[in-house]
């Protein structure tokens, strides 16, 4: 199937083009609910399984290797999101629809989570898992895509700060979920697979939208040009730059958290690791929310994106530094905090000002989708850096000072932005 053209379907310019964001100061009503809802059920999958049952299940099936294998797992799994993702953003520009991909990519989640359960060797854990991230890309690509196309930009801070609590939630919800089913991965595979079910169906059935126009087929190195074209505007390629290095840094330690906390933190006696995770992931949450809220309104109220991402992603690398310079459990209380406030405020923020340097509104969820492989593509390399860094210093010491390090080139790469404040 053909994905989308950077020109078709544009208006001439004394009419609007058939994407561009819906006019007024309001988003439709129930819609940022709906994200919220959307959002947390797709989070709560992605920390419940990868940073929770995953893990566990890798290390059942071979503890000694745990970190390579985990590495593996992980970083081949996210070459699916980072395909997948903008193909189906594109599939969904062509179509002109968005919630027929958001409900196909929620309801496919319950198989796949089938499969994941009863893998039982490395290879099938792989296999399965990038199954999972193919069809949990497809329903974010097009849930992502919902803010530009039904949220006026004067919104689009409440939108991402919706969109941006999802993360804590979800992670609260996954961490407890995940922690609750650590001795019973199937069950706990096919409850997370039930949740997305469950809100796809919801936003779907609740969220109505309007049908965009049908864009029309090219040929297949113009598709791959499109891809790449949204790169060469200088606004959105340093927004690129910004948040891949932050998401690298970020997943390089997150990834491995239920292994630091075995192998690096000094939990109390008789804290298990998977409990901890149960305590620190709500912790984390209360903290995102605050800095989420507070940072998408703000953002809007004085209409400064630069400074609040930039600001951000600056208190990452000092919640990384925390950990690095202690090893105490009070230390890993104390990265949890700030890192969610950090996390919470650049997500929220980060967010609305992408929408705000894309190319071309009527490629939006094509672009979103290239974007998005700065979330995705990251993790394909964290794992494998990650584990290399780990095996030779011997520790996760080194690992958090070059997140650190990550995360101030991140702050660093918004200051060329120029059409945003």
């Not at 989420?292 to 004085?302: A, H, I, K, N, P």
Request: with cysteine; charged share 10%; glycine share 10%.
């Amino acid at each position: 199937m053909a994905l989308s053209s950077p020109g078709t379907g544009t208006a001439d310019a004394t009419s609007p083009a058939p994407c561009a964001a819906p006019s007024g100061s309001a988003p439709p009503r129930g819609l940022l609910a709906l994200l919220l809802v959307g959002n947390t059920a797709m989070y709560s999958l992605y920390i419940g399984v990868a940073g929770i049952l995953l893990a566990l299940q890798v290390e059942h099936i071979d503890p000694a290797n745990k970190v390579s294998n985990f590495g593996l797992i992980a970083g081949v799994s996210a070459i699916f999101a980072t395909v997948f993702n903008p193909v189906a953003g594109a599939l969904s520009d062509r179509s002109g629809r968005r919630n027929p991909w958001i409900l196909g990519g929620g309801l496919a989640a319950i198989p796949a989570m089938f499969l994941l359960g009863f893998a039982d060797t490395i290879l099938l854990i792989t296999i399965a898992w990038c199954l999972g991230q193919a069809v949990m890309n497809v329903y974010q690509a097009a849930i992502t895509s919902v803010v530009p196309d039904r949220i006026p930009v004067t919104a689009r801070g409440k939108a991402s700060a919706a969109v941006g609590l999802g993360l804590p939630f979800g992670s609260t919800l996954g961490a407890l979920l995940g922690a609750a089913f650590s001795d019973d991965y199937r069950t706990g595979y096919l409850l997370f697979g039930a949740i997305v079910a469950g809100a796809a169906v919801l936003f779907t059935a609740c969220g109505r939208e309007e049908r965009l126009p049908v864009r029309a087929a090219l040929p297949v190195r113009s598709q791959l040009a499109a891809f790449t074209g949204a790169l060469k505007d200088h606004d959105f390629r340093w927004a690129f730059i910004g948040r891949a290095l932050l998401v690298l840094g970020y997943f390089a330690v997150s990834g491995y958290q239920l292994y630091i906390l075995q192998d690096h933190t000094r939990l109390p006696d008789g804290m298990e690791p998977e409990d901890a995770v149960a305590l620190l992931m709500p912790l984390t949450s209360v903290a995102m929310v605050v800095s989420t809220v507070l940072g998408g309104y703000l953002s809007d109220r004085f209409d400064r994106r630069k400074l609040f991402v930039g600001a951000s992603a600056l208190l990452s690398a000092v919640a990384l530094l925390i950990p690095a310079l202690s090893t105490s459990w009070s230390a890993m209380l104390a990265f949890s905090v700030v890192n969610g406030l950090a996390f919470g405020s650049y997500m929220a923020v980060d967010t609305a000002l992408v929408t705000m340097v894309l190319p071309k509104a009527e490629d939006a969820a094509r672009d979103m989708g290239v974007l998005n492989i700065a979330n995705a593509g990251p993790q394909i390399v964290a794992p494998f850096i990650a584990s290399v860094i780990v095996s030779v210093s011997g520790g996760y010491t080194a690992l958090f000072v070059i997140a650190a390090a990550l995360s101030i080139a991140g702050a660093l790469a918004v200051k060329p932005i120029r059409g945003v404040r």
